[in-house]
């Protein structure tokens, strides 16, 4: 097993933003100091760092230097560029490493890899990589179908959903980079996510999985523990340990997936990092999923994932979500959290509030119960 990282060790961390802010509050509880290298000056996690490098993920002597004053690294977000690590990894411990991170930041190959590698379903789909394979897509698949990027997308970004044969030449127009990939429209009942955690060791844990809603492609809530029977939960789970441990991952990742009116799973998309739908953990576990992500690339034994609360998540985005700050605050059984960012653009991702409610209690309440405090969830 690999040594672990002693109290006052570095973790450096690749990106940002609000996952690298969580992050790094949550090294600290833990002992360990932070360097966030990322190209944005004043960025939310280097608000709360002991260190930054503002510099391009491409800076080689940039990134010689940050290797240089860090004992291990991390990403905060899957779009650094592979060739990013393969730089870093010969200098540092890597974690995840960089073949986690070439499957997950492209859906061809996350998809092949989901099927192949992992054994879990996903939808049907095709890649595109021409006019005359989006054609050829529409006649196997059918539609509607959606339309994405297999690079760079999230929050919607990058997508389209063709109803009609003529959306799609417009939709192969504007969508870029290519080549893209064709699903096939999932009729689901729920949008479910599992966040699991593997150490340096091999040991995994899995938290209980969630039910997501969302708004305008952005996750809006999540309720923790997800409202499904038992035995799509447990599936939930072990397809998030199978992922896991089919990538060799270290760290933390999630896994979103569809419930279909018949209680299987699809799976959609691999994030190999904490997730949005895995903030509850913060304020209704022992160890929230930021802890356990330190806890996996510092090489520390991982925590127990049980929950103390059932919970319900909801995000805080643009000018629309600030508003509702001051009511949070006051708000009882409600854990407000500010990522630290200074514009309130539409769309942008602010901050985030979990409502705790008594274990066991969420399946007995509506909506309506459940989002009590929330203000306008």
């Known amino acids: ?58 800076d080689g002597p940039a990134l010689a230097a940050f290797a240089a004053a860090v004992d291990v690294v991390t990403f905060e977000f899957e779009n650094v ?43 049907p789909w095709r890649p595109v990589r021409s006019e005359a394979e989006l054609a050829g897509a529409i006649a196997a698949l059918g539609l509607p179908a959606v339309l994405k990027t297999t690079r760079l997308g999230y929050d919607g970004r990058g997508q389209a959903v063709l109803r009609r044969p003529e959306d799609a030449a417009a939709a192969w127009l504007r ?48 309720f923790a523990p997800a409202r499904v029977p038992p035995a799509v939960a447990a599936l939930a789970q072990r397809h998030a340990l199978r992922v896991a441990e089919s990538l060799d991952l270290v760290g933390v990742l999630a896994l979103e997936m569809f419930q279909l009116p018949d209680g ?33 690339v510092a ?7 049980a929950r103390h609360h059932d919970a319900v998540m909801a995000n805080l985005v643009g000018p629309e979500g600030l508003a509702r700050w001051d009511a949070l605050l006051s708000a009882p059984g409600v854990a407000p959290h500010l990522y630290g960012k200074v514009e309130a653009r539409p769309g942008r991702k602010l901050g985030h509030a979990t409502r705790l409610l008594p274990l066991g209690t969420l399946e007995t309440k509506t909506d309506t119960e459940a989002l009590a405090g929330l203000g306008g969830a």
């Open 1 to 58: 097993m690999t040594a672990a990282l002693r109290p006052g060790g570095t973790i450096g961390i690749l990106g940002g933003g609000q996952l690298g802010r969580m992050t790094a509050l949550a090294a600290a509880r833990l002992g360990y100091r932070c360097h966030v290298f990322a190209p944005e000056p004043d960025s939310p996690g280097m608000q709360v760092a002991a260190a930054a490098t503002v510099a391009p993920y491409e």
């Open 81 to 123: 560029p592979a060739t990013t690590l393969e730089t870093l990894a010969p200098l540092v411990p890597c974690r995840p490493g960089v073949a986690a991170l070439r499957i997950c930041q492209d859906r061809i190959a996350e998809k092949g890899f989901l099927e192949g590698g992992a054994g879990v379903p996903v939808a």
């Open 175 to 222: 969508l870029a980079p290519k080549p893209l990939v064709l699903e096939a429209f999932v009729p689901f009942a729920a949008e479910l996510s599992g966040i699991a955690a593997r150490g340096t060791d091999g040991r995994a844990v899995v938290f209980d999985p969630v039910e997501n809603r969302h708004r305008d492609h952005i996750l809006d809530l999540s």
């Open 264 to 296: 299987s799973l699809l799976a959609n998309e691999i994030a190999p990092r904490p997730h949005n739908s895995g903030h509850w953990t913060i304020d209704a576990c022992l160890a929230g999923q930021f802890e356990q992500h330190v806890r996996a």
């Open 299 to 305: 090489g520390l034994p991982l925590s127990d994932p």
